[in-house]
């Protein structure tokens, strides 16, 4: 699996939208979708660190790396 975006699970727990995390922290809702649904190749330390301020967390609540499953 890799990296897992857990988004949109910080932002359920705020009671916050897309929309206004996009808003808040100057980025497109299209550039957030695509980093929510993990389809993101990369993410910049400060948009990671915008995240972070306006949802008061931890960059770990947001991103979790999981060991991929072998097929064995």
């Not at 949109?8 to 939208?17: C, Q, T």
């Not at 993101?40 to 008061?56: H, Q």
Request: hydrophobic content about 45%.
């Amino acid at each position: 699996m890799g990296i897992v975006v857990n988004l949109d699970v910080v932002l359920a727990k705020r009671k916050m939208k897309s929309k206004e995390l996009a808003e808040a922290i100057g980025i497109t809702e299209a550039n957030l979708s695509i980093l929510k649904s993990g389809k993101a190749k990369a993410i910049r330390f400060s948009t990671l660190e915008a995240i972070c301020k306006e949802l008061e967390c931890q960059p770990g609540d947001i991103l979790e790396f999981r060991l991929k499953e072998s097929l064995t």
